[in-house]
């Protein structure tokens, strides 16, 4: 258990649906990522929050949409996937966006797998 | 070339066996280094970071960094089979963000 807890686990979507993923954080952390892994290739950064403020958005289609109501909670909200976005969708935090070399380091989600059909 | 490299294995050792594991990198700036573990269907654990070059021993995993050469490395000493996992080097950039190489699959052999 990492304090890091995501719902729902395993999500299976017609492409015209919308659907959301939630991630909350038990770790009093200011910052919440969501990572993307597909299969066979590394884990790709898709979105930063810190202290509730997206910082980063690297280059993610539209058809995702991140909401950071507080820094405990993230939601990824998600409608008119493609196939190819079906993969493991990974929420993390840390305690802030310095570097790890104050200890900062991140903490993963047991991630949603999700699938587009 | 890809910020972060490994090669995807899968590495195959007997019980009790040294698993070595390792990774390349490209860019020098921001060189600290992370290991995750990555059991089957389940989020990355973080195992060790490092910044520093030489040896970071935490139990029985030693994290090596080479910043000359640009290659960190992984030791897992007295392998179980629980150790059997894919195992993701990751390096540091500004903004705590991490670049991911694409992970190295181990299976220790009882």
């Known amino acids: 258990e990492t304090g890091v807890t995501q719902t729902p686990r395993h999500l299976v979507m017609g492409m015209t649906n919308k659907k959301s993923l939630k991630c909350e954080q038990h770790?009093?952390?200011?910052?919440m990522y969501w990572y993307k892994q597909s299969a066979k290739k590394p884990l790709e950064l898709m979105f930063v929050y810190s202290l509730e403020e997206r910082v980063e958005n690297n280059s993610v289609p539209s058809r995702f949409s991140p909401e950071c109501p507080n820094s405990s909670h993230l939601f990824l909200h998600l409608h008119t996937l493609q196939p190819e976005d079906s993969a493991l969708y990974l929420c993390a935090s840390s305690q802030d966006r310095r570097t790890p070399r104050s200890g900062n380091t991140i903490y993963f989600g047991e991630g949603s797998w999700l699938t587009v059909v | 070339q890809k910020e972060v490299e490994q090669d995807p294995g899968p590495l195959s050792v007997p019980e009790g066996a040294i698993v070595s594991l390792n990774c390349t990198y490209s860019n020098s700036a921001f060189q600290y280094f992370m290991w995750y573990r990555q059991y089957s269907r389940k989020g990355p654990e973080l195992l060790m970071y490092?910044?520093?070059?030489g040896n970071k021993e935490d139990g029985r995993f030693t994290a090596q960094v080479d910043k000359s050469s640009k290659y960190i490395s992984l030791f897992i000493r007295d392998s179980q089979p629980s150790d059997s996992a894919t195992y993701l080097c990751a390096k540091g950039a500004a903004g705590n963000k991490l670049t991911f190489g694409g992970g190295t699959r181990v299976l220790v052999k009882p």
């Open positions: 770790l009093g952390h200011n910052a």
């Open positions: 490092t910044y520093s070059s």
